[in-house]
């Protein structure tokens, strides 16, 4: 056995027995999510990052839509913008007409795409995505945006921002019936700075009408367990809800999903404890993005990409209920 064969087995073993210690300790708060199938370009059928978007009495002829990337094996190479779509939410299909990815990979080596975000607002369909450019000195970020009337035909890209020696990750927009309204993570010389916000009243796909960026608020998380990925919503009350993706250290380590809270979509309270524990084959390494839609008040269809003990990349379903200032999974 080679050493580096050897060092895959060790990492394999430690992670496979801290995943039967996490079973163990949470054997109260076990939960069944569901596999879902959604067909990739590459065929790995490994995907990460999904945003989802649920219309009662279909848009264009489905009731959901995706957006994800492939991540095969952690290959960023294949993490592009993709869509399917579906009738359940567990089985997802490409739409006819549909070439997936959306947008293929910048290039160079060691540039990638990632962060796939769909909205519709008056029957217009938003995708946004990053660029991560490493082949250039210093290391760009860049962010586009891409419109379609039928979520199959897309326009041309359309570069929103542009940024140096900092990382921004997992935007998400929706609109708040006066405005479009954009959150993003920051990160800065490899330590989390914020949870970022701008506003926009004009064509989102122009980035000089995008304000400046506003800091939010977030409370609640124990020291050392900063934000990672998010994504936001706004519900017909009024109240706003927030997935949030945790780590412990950049890239996502230790990645656990926390539920947020706010009632302007400022100032935010979380709990320091994630909604739920990594106790399953396909999530027992670390948890990575998560979406959710609204079933009716209190209860969500939720689903999230994790990491397998064996380093494989899925993305899980799941129903959740809120109760108090967190969410709980239901039980199948």
């Given at each position: 056995m080679t050493m580096r064969r050897l060092k895959k087995w060790l990492r394999y073993r430690r992670d496979s027995l801290q995943w039967t210690f996490r079973k163990m300790r949470h054997f109260r708060r076990r939960y069944q999510p569901q596999l879902t199938q959604i067909p990739t370009y590459d065929g790995s059928g490994q995907t990460v990052h999904p945003c989802v978007l649920f219309f009662p009495e279909s848009w264009k002829g489905y009731r959901y839509w995706m957006a994800f990337t492939p991540y095969p094996d952690g290959n960023d190479q294949f993490e592009n913008p993709s869509l399917v779509v579906s009738g359940d939410g567990v089985r997802w299909f490409v739409p006819p007409g549909l070439h997936n990815p959306i947008v293929d990979t910048p290039g160079e080596a060691v540039d990638f795409l990632s962060d796939p975000h769909i909205m519709v607002h008056d029957d217009v369909m938003y995708l946004i995505y990053r660029e991560q450019l490493r082949s250039v000195s210093p290391p760009e970020e860049r962010w586009f945006m891409l419109t379609s009337r039928d979520g199959v035909l897309w326009g041309e890209k359309r570069e929103l921002f542009r940024f140096e020696n900092s990382i921004h990750v997992s935007a998400c927009m929706l609109h708040d019936g006066k405005r479009f309204v954009l959150?993003?993570?920051?990160?800065?010389?490899?330590?989390?700075?914020?949870?970022?916000?701008?506003?926009?009243?004009?064509?989102?796909?122009?980035?000089?009408?995008?304000?400046?960026?506003?800091?939010?608020?977030?409370?609640?998380?124990?020291?050392?367990?900063?934000?990672?990925?998010?994504?936001?919503?706004?519900?017909?009350?009024?109240?706003?809800?927030?997935?949030?993706?945790?780590?412990?250290?950049?890239?996502?380590?230790?990645?656990?999903?926390?539920?947020?809270?706010?009632?302007?979509?400022?100032?935010?309270?979380?709990?320091?404890?994630?909604?739920?524990?990594?106790?399953?084959?396909?999530d027992s390494h670390w948890h990575y993005k998560a979406t959710m839609v609204r079933v009716r008040e209190g209860r969500y269809k939720l689903w999230y990409s994790a990491m397998s003990v064996r380093g494989t990349w899925h993305t899980l379903y799941l129903q959740v209920v809120k109760q108090g200032n967190s969410l709980v999974p239901v039980s199948r």
């Open positions: 959150y993003y993570v920051t990160y800065g010389l490899r330590r989390f700075y914020a949870i970022e916000r701008r506003t926009c009243a004009g064509d989102p796909t122009d980035g000089a009408n995008w304000s400046d960026p506003q800091r939010v608020e977030l409370e609640g998380l124990e020291k050392g367990v900063d934000p990672w990925h998010i994504e936001v919503f706004l519900q017909p009350e009024g109240t706003w809800d927030m997935l949030l993706t945790t780590c412990t250290g950049i890239g996502g380590v230790g990645g656990r999903l926390h539920y947020a809270a706010s009632r302007d979509g400022l100032s935010w309270r979380t709990t320091e404890q994630p909604f739920i524990e990594p106790t399953h084959a396909f």
